[in-house]
């Protein structure tokens, strides 16, 4: 499959929406929030040479049983330190690096069950699973560059699922500023107000689970101050991305002999004791009286 249009595309595999099925490839939110943290060489480098890691395995298994759609779930027969259990892991490898297949221990299938049965327990919860289409795939075009957008669950709200080892406000908190989920739902947001879905208009929700019995979930929406700091942030990560399109060229760092390194400030709080008022720019008039 070939994407040459904008719009919304249904019941399109894991395998090919991760291949990134736009002739001349397209900016993803992932890569979007890779380009905000690094330069544009290194991101591309993180993005494209990402592996699968264990935790991913088991997010993408609970989507895969909480949904009703994604990649096939194989689950391992041998130990992986055995020597049965790598040439089993080995003949797989592939399945897994094209995104085909996601693969977990007995123990980790226990757990998922029990996460999407803990999930499904909450008749609240279980209404917005089953309030959407899952795994809707969105591609647009905008300042110069196709983008695109996986969504778990799209329907009059978009939905996101996580899983983590904190879903409390504070650890949401925490993701945000780790893995930039208020990029994710701006950029989501600006694909469906693009293609002209009415979801655009509304928060996106994300559902958080965590791994861990009794599983608890939280959902959580990002505010307007997050929101307003991610457009201004993947405005510029599309046009970065638009440039090296166009160029051909994904810049390093813009010298090689940087400014001089400030110590920051936390090293400051964390030995204000010790230093004398004059050197630590953040004493507070009150600590040199």
């Keep these: 499959m070939v994407i040459t249009a904008p719009g919304l595309v249904y019941d399109m595999s894991d395998e090919t929406y991760h291949a990134d099925p736009v002739q001349g490839g397209s900016l993803s939110s992932s890569f979007a929030r890779r380009l905000t943290e690094y330069v544009p060489a290194k991101a591309f480098a993180t993005h494209y040479n990402r592996k699968p890691t264990a935790s991913m395995n088991l997010g993408k298994a609970a989507h895969l049983h909480a949904l009703g759609a994604g990649p096939e779930m194989v689950v391992w027969e041998h130990d992986g330190r055995t020597k049965a259990g790598k040439l089993e892991r080995a003949e797989r490898a592939a399945d897994i690096a094209a995104e085909r297949i996601v693969a977990v221990t007995e123990a980790e299938r226990e757990q998922v069950l029990g996460m999407v049965k803990a999930l499904r327990a909450n008749p609240e919860v279980a209404a917005m699973l089953d309030s959407g289409k899952p795994e809707v795939s969105a591609f647009w075009a905008e300042r110069g560059a196709w983008c695109r957008a996986r969504f778990d669950l799209l329907g009059p709200v978009a939905y996101d699922y996580k899983t983590a080892e904190d879903v409390s406000p504070r650890g949401f908190e925490h993701a945000m500023t780790d893995y930039g989920y208020h990029q994710q739902a701006e950029f989501y947001q600006r694909g469906l107000r693009a293609l002209g879905h009415p979801a655009g ?49 994904w810049a390093g760092y813009p010298s090689l002999h940087a400014e001089p390194t400030a110590l920051p400030s936390r090293y400051f709080y964390r030995y204000a004791d010790l230093l004398p008022d004059h050197l630590n720019p953040y004493a507070s008039p009150e600590m040199s009286m």
């Design 201 to 249: 208009d509304a928060p996106m929700r994300f559902i958080c689970q965590e791994k861990r019995a009794p599983y608890l979930v939280q959902v959580h929406t990002c505010d307007d101050l997050a929101m307003e700091v991610a457009r201004v942030l993947n405005d510029r990560a599309i046009d970065v991305y638009a440039e090296a399109i166009r160029s051909g060229e």
